[in-house]
């Protein structure tokens, strides 16, 4: 695993933040010491670097929580060290899990696997990259608008994000608290399915956890007879990536063969999702991200001796200072941005606006679902991995990466990508969604496709 | 909808953020883009003004569980003094509050 390591690290792929090869000895020590190995005996994991863990530090991409180290660790990872699975290492990210490229870390950004000049999709680029190169063979990261999904579409991997409330987000720093949930990466869907059923369950230090009978082990069906697919005509517009049709076309045929029946369906508010989650997610990060003012914990800025003078020297400044240069620009576009909508005056015409809208999303999903479709069908994303820098000037156009992902997070719905051939030599990605809690359905349906398609194979 | 440097720097007043005044023309550029990107959710309003308000959507359990007001051990692997700025006996040093400002 050490050597492993290294060598993705001498790779320029800058996809790991933190590993030690005494920690990882310490960690296979505590697997060989268990009196019954558990089900993840001995599997290393990236682990996003918004999840914290004590031996190592945790720096969401920030510098204003460099060096920081947690005083205690998340719930998934007790659940997962208890089932015998390794850290491996933290992951890049961006920062604060903003961003849809993994170009937004204070620590450079995550390239490509297959490609060094694009990139590998975000926020939780560092994971996926690291299973994409078959460093580990599962990572976690986090969704709050399709940051598992989308870089699992570019990198050619499966990503899962379960139900919200599923997951215990206990330990995972807080973006957007309505929309946060710890989702994984697997090179399979079994490997997914596997560190999943492990993470999910209640957990008394998150009150959004729900009571739920735990997730089986997934077991693929021998076919999906009575199987109802819908395919949602707003996510197949008509300037899709030509190769990412191709891709999506050869899924649904090949679900066809495997007997399920196949249906257009109509979710018209979807197309609301982007704008809508670049209202709640920037007001719920907003608020969040409050607690970073050099008080407590993290690196103090202090402003130079110059302008001490002029601005007072006082606490409001020490705040100012360290979180003005604490913040990468994303991050502090968003903060304004979510200061603003929820700003006296502006309350109304945006939060209000977007929660309203927030709900139409949700009961799209709600009809669709309750009129007899067992899972929806889309792309995981409008085109395959872009270039670097491509988008960074625009942060709109950076948000529209997260079109076909961000409705489910939006509607807190169970959702994963899987790779469904490529374009161009660049991975393409199938969306299925489920309804509340119906991961075990998705998971087994993807685990049957994922044996019916060649996932390295050009699509026409 | 436009977004003016003024509404910038109040903002960034309200989140406790310093923003350099070069930063402020690309800044405000941005922050216009990304305003009016979401002022389309407007629009959706006026298309569906008969509708009944809908009900805010949160995702999650039905009803957050009441829990029992107890103290419980925190379970640190080190105390807040090993990762403070500045902690002393007991307590978070910070600088002291400075004259009020206008916001």
């Known amino acids: 695993m050490a050597s492993r390591l290294e060598e993705v690290g001498r790779s320029g792929l800058n996809a790991t933040l933190a590993w030690s090869e005494a920690a990882l000895l310490a960690e296979a020590a505590r697997a060989d010491a268990m009196a019954t190995p558990g089900p993840l005996h001995g599997v290393p994991l990236a682990v996003k670097d918004n999840i914290v863990t004590t031996e190592q530090p945790t720096t969401c991409g920030s510098r204003i929580l460099e060096g920081y180290r947690s005083p205690y660790n998340a719930t998934v990872i007790e659940r997962l060290r208890a089932a015998g699975a390794m850290v491996a290492c933290k992951s890049n990210l961006d920062e604060f899990a903003m961003g849809s490229s993994t170009e937004h870390s204070a620590y450079g950004r995550v390239q490509h696997p297959l490609d060094p000049e694009r990139v590998p999709g975000g926020s939780s680029g560092g994971s996926a990259a690291l299973v994409a190169a078959g460093v580990v063979p599962a990572g976690l990261g986090s969704e709050t608008g399709g940051s598992v999904r989308q870089p699992a579409s570019f990198c050619g991997i499966v990503g899962v994000k379960p139900t919200y409330g599923r997951v215990s987000r206990y330990g995972l720093v807080a973006f957007g608290s309505s929309l946060d949930c710890v989702s994984v990466f697997g090179r399979t869907v079994a490997d997914a399915a596997s560190v999943l059923t492990v993470m999910a369950g209640l957990d008394s230090r998150d009150a959004t956890t729900v009571d739920r009978p735990a997730l089986g082990p997934v077991t693929a069906p021998a076919s999906l007879q009575g199987m109802t697919i819908g395919l949602p005509s707003e996510y197949f517009p008509a300037d899709l990536d030509p190769g990412v049709k191709a891709g999506c076309d050869t899924a649904i045929a090949r679900m066809r063969d495997l007997g399920a029946r196949v249906v257009k369906v109509s979710l018209p508010h979807s197309g609301l999702a982007v704008p809508t989650y670049y209202v709640i ?25 110059a302008s001490r003078a002029d601005r007072g020297g006082d606490l409001r400044a020490l705040y100012r200072t360290t979180r003005g240069k604490g913040f990468g620009p994303e991050v502090r576009r968003r903060i304004l941005v979510g200061t603003y909508v929820l700003s006296a005056g502006y309350y109304d015409a945006y939060y209000g606006r977007a929660q309203a809208a927030r709900a139409r999303i949700g009961s799209d999903f709600t009809r669709a679902f309750g009129s007899g479709i067992d899972l929806l069908f889309t792309p995981t994303t409008p085109t395959p991995a872009f270039k670097a820098g491509e988008k960074t000037g625009d942060p709109v156009a950076m948000y529209l990466a997260d079109i076909f992902v961000c409705p489910a997070s939006l509607a807190g719905l169970p959702a994963m ?16 969604i489920a309804a509340p809690f119906e991961e075990a359905k998705m998971l087994a349906t993807a685990a049957l496709l994922e044996r019916q398609l060649e996932p390295e194979a050009e699509v026409r | 909808m436009s977004v003016t440097a003024k509404d910038v720097e109040h903002v960034a007043r309200l989140a406790e953020l310093a923003v350099e005044p070069g930063e402020l023309p690309e800044l405000t550029a941005q922050m216009d883009r990304i305003v009016g990107f979401v002022a389309q959710l407007g629009a959706d309003r006026a298309d569906e003004a008969d509708e009944a308000v809908v009900e805010r959507y949160v995702p999650g359990p039905e009803a957050t569980p009441l829990r029992e007001d107890v103290v419980r051990p925190a379970d640190l692997a080190f105390p807040p003094a090993a990762i403070a700025p500045e902690f002393v006996e007991g307590f978070f040093v910070v600088p002291k509050l400075g004259p009020m400002e206008e916001s």
Do not use: H
């Not at chain 1, 997610?281 to 001796?305: H, I, K, T, W």
């Open chain 1, 281 to 305: 997610a920037p007001a719920e990060a907003a608020a969040n991200l409050a607690r970073y003012d050099g008080a407590r914990y993290g690196p103090r800025f202090e402003q130079d001796r």
């Open chain 1, 417 to 432: 990508s899987i790779p469904v051939g490529r374009t161009e030599g660049l991975p393409v990605g199938g969306q299925l």
